[in-house]
């Protein structure tokens, strides 16, 4: 079974509109960030998730935007100047943000976006302190769910799948703790996750494990992918897709991959994604041969 198609809002011009199409289309998942379009994304979504409950959101703490950078120094939040944090009074400030400009009481799912920009030395404790106050967050009902998601922490193994389950069972207190789901880049050349996956290891695989859910950015790494693949690639994976759609199938085959992140910005490329991730999941050894021609091009 592949993965679900899910609407990522990252360089999406017109929110609104991208997301009653994916809804009307079935889908049931959407991705955002307070950073997102400028910080306008989560206000523009608060009224089409009026319109569409059932619609299930994950959204992230982390970077500040000019706006919430002036509201949070005002609040004592933060010092002034602050572009990045994970502090845990920040954590909980944005949390309750995000849920008042999603005119949400709860939503789904919170990840610490990019957690690797706060440096080694001090992480395991930052994000320790940061998923105490997600707990917290959860046992108010504030949130069902939270994770981390990230662009290199998990190839420059800052930390591992194991690592983060230990942090958040540390600040619950119990295994029983509500850190589900990761976010990494996943396509045909920053394959790392994939090739681990496609051998039974490394975050994808130990997050399936676990039962976390797995979120796949970057399927198509911001078009540049569309530049390297060619038709003959694409009809390597499947003979009757396009470039796109064969390299958004390959994602989505990728073993313990719940959710395909798409930005897809008109009805046409959101429908051509949907009948990609509709065909059966592509063989193990098909993506092996494919990853192996994209070899030179590989960009982790």
């Known amino acids: 079974m592949t993965a679900a198609l899910a609407l990522g809002t990252y360089r999406l011009r017109d929110v609104a509109s991208a997301v009653r199409y994916a809804a009307a289309s079935g889908t049931t998942w959407l991705d955002t960030a307070p950073n997102y379009l400028h910080g306008r994304a989560q206000t523009l979504l608060a009224p089409v998730l009026v319109e569409h409950p059932r619609l299930q959101v994950a959204t992230k703490v982390g970077f500040l935007t000019p706006q919430n950078r002036e509201a949070v120094s005002a609040a004592g939040v933060l010092p002034p100047g602050m572009r990045y944090s994970l502090h845990p009074r920040y954590v909980r400030w944005q949390v309750e943000r995000n849920r008042h400009e999603l005119g949400r009481d709860r939503v789904e799912t919170v990840l610490l976006h990019n957690p690797e920009r706060v440096g080694e030395a001090s992480l395991r404790q930052v994000l320790r302190d940061a998923f105490s ?3 917290q967050e959860a046992a108010a009902g504030h949130l069902v769910s939270y994770g981390v998601a990230t662009w290199t922490g998990f190839r420059d193994r800052l930390f591992t799948v194991a690592s983060l389950d230990g942090l958040a069972t540390e600040a619950a207190g119990s295994p029983q703790h509500h850190l589900k789901a990761i976010q990494l880049p996943v396509s045909l050349v920053m394959d790392s996750a994939l090739v681990a996956a496609l051998d039974g290891h490394g975050p994808i695989a130990d997050a399936a494990a676990r039962r976390w859910d797995v979120h796949a950015s970057a399927p198509l790494h911001g078009g540049e992918l569309l530049a390297l693949a060619t038709a003959e690639l694409a009809a ?15 994602v989505a085959s990728c073993p313990g991959v719940s959710k395909v992140l798409l930005s897809a910005s008109t009805p046409a490329h959101w429908d051509a994604a949907r009948a990609a991730l509709d065909e059966p999941p592509l063989p193990a050894e098909t993506l092996r041969k494919v990853l192996d021609v994209l ?6």
């Open 133 to 135: 106050v997600l707990e």
């Open 295 to 300: 070899a030179p091009h590989h960009l982790d």
């Open 236 to 250: 390597l994976l499947h003979s009757s897709l396009s470039i796109a759609q064969a390299c958004l199938l390959a």
